[in-house]
């Protein structure tokens, strides 16, 4: 296996894997418009000759690592998305540019002029950055799992998608998703009146279909908390809610003239709820509230017989409603994102590239089933 980061991503000549099997429409072995800017390219961004039958060129390992090398923090996607652009020409596929702000930019990359299926995730980490290693188990490196191995099976079952001869999917791979969602939110604008039925959110999902997902609410609370309920679901469970930061005082031995906390809900009632509720809560102790964000739970399409979860985390899906029914899944689990030690498993990622590629096939050839 070539793992030499300074030269091409290939394959090692040895025989495949057995998980790396044939997609060709069969249900997976794991679970039997707007104005766009051409990307620049050169001599050396030419598709690469394929063929009919074509053998695999991308090793997702080695392409795995070399995305996690490119440093890419939220507001700093540049030189992931140039990169991208790059390798998606490779393809064969016509890939543009989709400008969001100043020198950020989404990347959007298409076989066909009407996409059916749309493959989406986020080109954007949390910091700091550190680079890759691996052992004979795992990847390590920021965004391993939260997602630049996402993107590396995703890319890989591109490649094998187009040798296949399926054609009507595209790419779309967004900045922002970890702070603002400003890219996805730009592609749905953009993107509304594409024509695509679906799209393929990639997350860390523990390598199941998520059936639903809680929202999300921001809020920074002066001088007063106080424990509530704040709802609960027959499938997401109960809203919980997470202390992340709190400010306020200068010494130890001063009582503090006013206190601030920044507060995570992760809801399962529509935030507008939770946000009367918590304006009434602070009102009796004379304080105020200041949501920044926030989105309600969402409900994703699962493959019939496909294995599923609900997650507890945010996801751009709930910004990308114009685009198609969402599916939500990926190699790895969120309890390993945003750590010093974050990591994804070889085998799911390898495992999560027949996923792909056999979830694309059926949609695009209505072949497979799926069900809210």
């Known amino acids: 296996m070539d793992l030499d980061h300074g030269g091409s991503v290939r394959r090692c000549s040895r025989s495949r894997d057995a998980r790396e099997t044939s ?10 418009a707007g104005t766009h800017t051409e990307s620049p390219s050169s001599s050396a961004d030419r598709p690469r000759d394929r063929g009919p039958a074509a053998a695999p060129v991308i090793e997702p390992i080695a392409l795995a690592r070399k995305l996690i090398d490119i440093p890419s923090p939220t507001g700093d996607e540049r030189a992931m998305g140039e990169f991208l652009e790059r390798e998606l020409a490779q393809l064969g596929l016509s890939v543009r540019r989709q400008a969001v702000e100043r020198d950020r930019f989404n990347v959007f990359a ?18 700091p950055w550190f680079a890759s290693r691996e052992d004979n188990d795992k990847i390590y490196g920021r965004g391993a799992c939260d997602t630049k191995g996402v993107i590396a099976a995703m890319i890989a079952a591109g490649e094998r998608l187009l040798a296949r001869g399926v054609r009507d999917f595209a790419f779309l791979f967004v900045v922002g998703e970890e702070t603002d969602s400003i890219g996805a939110k730009a592609a749905n604008v953009e993107f509304a009146n594409l024509g695509s039925e679906y799209v393929l959110v990639g997350e860390p999902t523990e390598s199941k279909f998520a059936r639903a997902s809680k929202g999300k609410k921001m809020i920074s609370a002066i001088n007063a908390i106080e424990a509530t309920d704040w709802g609960s679901h027959d499938v997401l469970g109960k809203s919980t809610v997470n202390v992340g930061v709190v400010r306020g005082g200068e010494k130890p031995n001063i009582v503090p003239a006013s206190a601030e906390c920044e507060l995570m809900f992760r809801v399962v009632d529509d935030h507008e709820v939770v946000r009367a509720k918590l304006e009434r809560l602070v009102s009796r102790f004379g304080g105020r509230i200041t949501m920044t964000r926030g989105n309600a739970p969402q409900f994703m399409v699962v493959p019939q017989g496909a294995p599923s979860t609900i997650v507890a985390f945010n996801t751009d899906v709930a910004y990308l409603g114009n685009l198609g029914k969402p599916l939500l899944f990926g190699p790895g689990s969120i309890l390993d994102a945003h750590g010093a030690n ?29 069900f809210f």
């Open 23 to 32: 997609c060709g429409g069969r249900p997976c072995a794991g679970w039997r």
């Open 110 to 127: 298409s076989a066909a002029g009407r996409p059916r299926v749309i493959i989406n995730s986020h080109i954007d980490t949390v910091p």
């Open 342 to 370: 974050e990591f994804v498993l070889k085998r799911d990622l390898i495992a999560a590239i027949d996923t792909y590629c056999d979830t694309v096939t059926g949609l695009c050839q209505n072949s497979i089933q799926t």
